[in-house]
């Protein structure tokens, strides 16, 4: 198995504009997390999914941010307009839930800079 | 709310020797998981050691090593014969083991090794 796919590595946008994060979870697993790490706040969660479906996204800072999973292989985090203040590295995760007490598969994150 | 705390922003520790990361956490819960991670300058986060939180005996995985007190609600990680490739970020995580199935992660602590 290929674990967690995160694409971008990298990306470099300039505020104001749209930022798409994607993300493909190990095949089979049902749940879904985004977070994201900074220095100030370490990790955060964002949003997670069961089965496609958004279960909490309390941790989603504002309007600005929207997450999606159209199917169980696809998700996507949006970051539209984006802020110098959204620069961080954001993480997808996933888990099975019969495996749910052995922790996370995490990706190696998508390193978001906004000037 | 639960919250978990890791007090030691940096660590250093010279090859062979022994350091241990400390945790604490705050919750209500009396069943739960405590978890370490470990992240390397690579990013991915790679699970360490899991401790459930109703089993007394403390949990090991080669070198590595947990000291849990629930009463004093403390979670500490011992790396034995600590190698260079263990340098990085480790972070301790809690979820409760009913309810929501979120992740709370500390702040980290960076161990630094020294040859």
């Known amino acids: 198995d290929a674990g967690v796919i995160q694409s971008p590595r990298h990306e470099v946008t300039e505020m104001g504009q749209e930022v798409t994060l994607r993300c493909k979870p190990i095949s089979g697993h049902d749940y879904l997390f985004w977070y994201r790490q900074t220095m100030m706040r370490g990790l955060e969660l964002l949003i997670y999914f069961n089965n496609n479906v958004p279960i909490d996204d309390s941790g989603m800072p504002e309007d600005r941010f929207s997450a999606k999973m159209p199917n169980a292989s696809f998700s996507t985090l949006k970051i539209q307009p984006s802020e110098p203040r959204d620069s961080a590295v954001y993480f997808c995760?996933?888990?099975?839930?019969?495996?749910?007490?052995?922790?996370?598969?995490f990706g190696s994150g998508t390193r978001l800079t906004v000037v | 709310a639960q919250t978990v705390t890791q007090s030691q922003p940096e660590m250093s520790v010279q090859e062979a020797e022994t350091v241990t990361l400390s945790c604490t956490y705050d919750t209500s819960e009396s069943d739960y998981y405590l978890f370490w991670y470990k992240q390397p300058p690579s990013r991915q986060m790679i699970l360490v050691i899991r401790?459930?939180?109703?089993?007394?005996q403390n949990a090991t995985e080669n070198r590595f090593s947990v000291n849990f007190q629930k009463a004093a609600k403390s979670f500490s990680l011992k790396i034995s014969d600590s190698q260079l490739g263990d340098a990085a970020m480790y972070f301790c995580a809690y979820r409760a083991s009913s309810g929501t199935y979120k992740y709370i992660f500390g702040t980290g602590t960076r161990l630094k090794v020294l040859a």
């Open positions: 995760a996933s888990s099975l839930w019969s495996k749910r007490d052995y922790g996370y598969t």
């Open positions: 401790q459930e939180a109703y089993k007394q």
